[in-house]
């Protein structure tokens, strides 16, 4: 079983936790973010990001700041464009661990087959 970053780092903790997630606490972020996510490591334009999420403006500007913030986005100039990107792909899978790692830890010894998480 592969051991992720949360359960070998000491400092990822329940406060790093919802540092992320308080950055993903807007409908708007997690929506740029998940188009980041389909998107790829190449990122999209900052225009394109707008129109696919329909946050523009000082707006997606806004958001993309949080999210960088949070290491969870990069932007870039590529010429004349800023070219925008999810980065944190590790993070995200370790915030999920992070919260299914003890799934159904209190109920007893035996997990029922449809809580699987693997």
């Known amino acids: 079983m592969k051991m992720n970053h949360c359960d070998t780092d000491p400092d ?3 406060a790093r936790a919802a540092s992320t997630f308080a950055a993903l606490g807007s409908e708007q972020r997690l929506s740029v973010l998940r188009t980041l996510v389909r998107a790829g490591p ?16 000082s707006t997606l500007t806004h958001h993309m700041k949080i999210l960088a913030q949070a290491g969870l986005v990069t932007q ?27 799934c159904c830890a209190d109920v007893g010894s035996i997990v029922p087959e449809d809580h699987s998480h693997d």
């Open 42 to 57: 190449e990122g999209l334009s900052i225009g394109e990001l707008g129109v696919r999420t329909g946050v523009t403006g």
């Open 12 to 14: 990822f903790d329940v």
């Open 76 to 102: 870039r100039k590529a010429g004349r464009s800023i070219i925008c990107a999810a980065v944190a792909y590790e993070e995200l899978r370790d915030l999920s661990t992070f919260l299914l790692r003890e």
